[in-house]
């Protein structure tokens, strides 16, 4: 960890008038390339001026009132920079030990952020998240030689999976699922989840948040279910089955829909 002290000189005016003397720390949860700091009742998120990810900012902002997600108290974009100050959501992440040791806490937590998101009529939703847009942009990734495969589970290349990456487009460009759209989060993985030890408390990280399919958000709930219970990040807990997801959700388990996404978030 370490503070934010040392670029304070630099912080935009409107940020500094609301966070005065306050001293943030850095989070190194998760895997951005921005930079977060986090203060008692604020995250103050900085990256480089018009990123995939600055669009985060409508997002949350179309999200106030619809789903419990922070809200944008000051934004600006100065000098290639783009400073966000967001309300903090409290609660813990579900990935932390005291939550994974509870699955009914867990899984119900889930099931409620699912429902939270479904329950928002997708006709109203200015942001779409479609598979053919996701192709696209893997597409543009592997032609320019920036894929970077390090990330991927281990069977999806090589002996048993995909000949290479290439392949792996033209068998998603193939065979495409009916799309059951609903307002996604796109990103729903534990560590974007919060509780307050009794419910589902918020949504952060909503920067790929839009209309889409909701197998999407299912399939990336079930694999981190998985990495995160399974020894993937260190740690087993032996009485978490991610299937139990879609118990929880009220959906019945398509091995298809859950393959065809896990297989589309590799290359994105």
Same mark, same amino acid.
């Given at each position: 960890?370490?503070?934010?002290?040392? %670029?304070?000189?630099?912080? #935009?005016?409107?940020?500094?008038?609301?966070?005065?003397?306050?001293?943030?720390?850095?989070?190194?949860? +998760?895997?951005?390339?921005?930079?977060?700091?986090?203060?008692?009742?604020?995250?103050? $998120?900085?990256?480089? !001026?018009?990123?995939?990810?600055? !669009?985060?900012?409508?997002?949350?902002?179309?999200?106030?009132?619809?789903?419990?997600?922070? *809200?944008?108290?000051?934004?600006?974009?100065?000098?290639? *920079?783009?400073?966000?100050?967001? &309300?903090?959501?409290?609660?813990?992440?579900?990935?932390?030990?005291?939550?994974?040791?509870?699955?009914?806490?867990?899984?119900?937590?889930?099931? !409620?952020?699912?429902? =939270?998101?479904?329950?928002?009529?997708?006709?109203?939703? #200015?942001?779409?998240?479609?598979?053919?847009?996701? /192709?696209?942009?893997?597409?543009? =990734?592997?032609?320019?030689?920036?894929?970077?495969?390090?990330?991927?589970?281990?069977?999806?290349?090589?002996?048993?999976?995909?000949?290479?990456? $290439? $392949? /792996?487009?033209?068998?998603?460009?193939?065979?495409?699922? #009916?799309?059951?759209?609903?307002?996604?989060?796109?990103?729903? %993985?534990?560590?974007?989840?919060? &509780?307050?030890?009794?419910?589902? =408390?918020?949504?952060?990280?909503?920067?790929?948040? +839009?209309?889409?399919?909701?197998?999407?958000?299912?399939?990336?709930?079930?694999?981190?279910?998985?990495?995160?219970?399974?020894?993937? @990040? +260190? $740690?087993?807990?032996?009485?978490?089955?991610?299937?139990?997801?879609?118990?929880?959700?009220?959906? /019945?388990?398509?091995?298809?829909? /859950?393959?065809? @996404?896990?297989?589309?978030?590799?290359?994105?």
């Amino acid at each position: 960890m370490s503070d934010i002290s040392g %670029c304070m000189n630099q912080v #935009p005016a409107s940020i500094a008038a609301i966070l005065g003397n306050q001293t943030g720390k850095m989070d190194n949860l +998760g895997k951005s390339m921005a930079q977060v700091f986090l203060f008692d009742d604020y995250v103050l $998120k900085i990256r480089p !001026e018009g990123g995939w990810d600055t !669009e985060d900012v409508k997002i949350l902002q179309w999200l106030t009132g619809k789903a419990p997600v922070p *809200r944008v108290a000051a934004h600006e974009v100065r000098d290639g *920079r783009d400073w966000l100050l967001m &309300t903090r959501i409290q609660g813990q992440e579900l990935c932390m030990p005291k939550v994974m040791n509870n699955p009914v806490l867990l899984l119900d937590c889930m099931a !409620e952020a699912l429902h =939270t998101l479904w329950s928002i009529p997708v006709a109203d939703c #200015p942001f779409e998240r479609t598979v053919p847009d996701n /192709l696209s942009h893997a597409e543009a =990734t592997i032609l320019s030689g920036r894929f970077d495969s390090s990330d991927c589970e281990p069977e999806t290349f090589g002996p048993g999976g995909f000949e290479n990456p $290439k $392949k /792996l487009l033209d068998w998603l460009k193939n065979n495409l699922p #009916p799309q059951d759209r609903v307002v996604t989060h796109g990103d729903f %993985c534990l560590p974007n989840l919060f &509780t307050d030890g009794k419910q589902f =408390t918020g949504f952060i990280d909503v920067g790929n948040a +839009g209309a889409g399919d909701r197998w999407m958000d299912l399939a990336l709930g079930w694999r981190s279910l998985k990495h995160n219970s399974d020894g993937h @990040y +260190g $740690k087993v807990y032996p009485n978490i089955d991610p299937d139990d997801l879609f118990r929880a959700a009220g959906v /019945l388990k398509d091995e298809e829909k /859950l393959r065809y @996404y896990i297989l589309l978030d590799e290359l994105n």
